[in-house]
C-alpha cells in the first residue's frame, strides 16, 4: 500500500505542475530585449557607405597629378602648357591644392605677320571641394576655386615699318618685353578611381582676369596658365592621378 499511496502522490503532484500558468518574463523585459537599436540603412551598401564616411581621418592623404591636355595643346597649337598638381586630402571633403606649370608660345599671325614668341613659369592655389558621398568608391565630383599669377616676358617682331616720306625701313623687333598678370578660376571636374592609387580626371575651367600689366606694344597676346589675353577664357585638364 504503501507503494502505491507513493505513486499516487508523485501523480498528484506532476498534474498540478501542469496546470499551473507558466512563468513569464515581463513586458517591459521582453521589449527591452527585442527592441533594435541604433540607425538603420536600407542596405548593406547604404550601410557600407555610411561607415565609409565616418571612418574617415581628418587628414586623408595627398596626391600628385600631371596634365596631359596641356601638353598635347603645346605641340599642336600656337599655346599651351606643361603643368603638374598637389594636393592634400581632408576628410575625402576638402583638397587643399597647389598647381604649377610652364607655359609657351610660338605664334604667327597669319595676316600681321607678327610673330609672338614666350615661355614661362605660372602658379595657382585654391581649395576644391567634393560633392561624392560615397567615399570608399574613390570616384570624386567636384567644384573648386583658384587664384592664379605670373610674371613673364615676351619677345614680338614682324615686318619693317617703311617710312612714308623718306622711304628707309625701320626693323620692328622687340625682345624681353615685361608683363604678368593675375586672374581666378572657377572649376567644375569629375575624377574616376582606375586602379589602387591611380585615378583620371578632368576640369572644366572658367577664367576671369584681375590685372595684366601692359607695355607700349599693348596687351601681350597670351598669357602663360590663362591662354589668349581676354577678359576672360575656358578652359580644361585632363589629369593623370597618383593617390600617396
Known amino acids: 500500500m504503501s507503494k502505491i499511496s507513493k505513486y499516487i502522490f508523485a501523480l498528484l503532484l506532476a498534474n498540478v505542475g501542469l496546470l499551473l500558468p507558466a512563468q513569464t518574463l515581463p513586458q ?115 567644384g573648386g576655386l583658384r587664384y592664379a599669377f605670373t610674371s613673364f616676358s615676351y619677345d614680338l617682331d ?13 626693323p620692328f623687333r622687340f625682345n624681353g618685353v615685361s608683363s604678368g598678370a593675375q586672374w581666378g578660376e572657377v572649376l567644375f571636374g569629375l575624377e574616376a578611381k582606375v586602379w589602387g592609387f591611380f585615378h583620371l580626371g578632368w576640369t572644366f575651367r572658367y577664367r576671369f582676369r584681375f590685372h595684366v600689366k601692359n607695355s607700349s606694344l599693348g596687351t601681350p597676346w597670351y598669357i602663360p596658365g590663362y591662354g589668349k589675353s581676354e577678359g576672360h577664357s575656358i578652359g580644361g585638364t585632363f589629369n593623370i592621378v597618383f593617390d600617396i
Open 28 to 142: 517591459d523585459t521582453v521589449r527591452e530585449e527585442t527592441r533594435v537599436r541604433g540607425i538603420q540603412y536600407e542596405s548593406r551598401e547604404e550601410a557600407a557607405r555610411a561607415m565609409s564616411q565616418k571612418e574617415q581621418p581628418l587628414f586623408a592623404g595627398f596626391s600628385i597629378s600631371g596634365d596631359l591636355c596641356g601638353a598635347i595643346m603645346a605641340a599642336v597649337s600656337p599655346y599651351g602648357q606643361y603643368e603638374a598638381a598637389a594636393r592634400a586630402n581632408f576628410k575625402n571633403r576638402f583638397f587643399p591644392t597647389f598647381e604649377m606649370g610652364w607655359g609657351v608660345s610660338d605664334h604667327t599671325d597669319e595676316t600681321t605677320r607678327l610673330h609672338y614668341k614666350t615661355n614661362a613659369p605660372y602658379f595657382r592655389i585654391g581649395c576644391d571641394y567634393n560633392f561624392a558621398n560615397d567615399a570608399s568608391s574613390g570616384n570624386r565630383i567636384f
Open 158 to 170: 614682324g615686318p619693317a615699318v617703311t617710312d612714308p616720306v623718306w622711304g628707309t625701313q625701320t
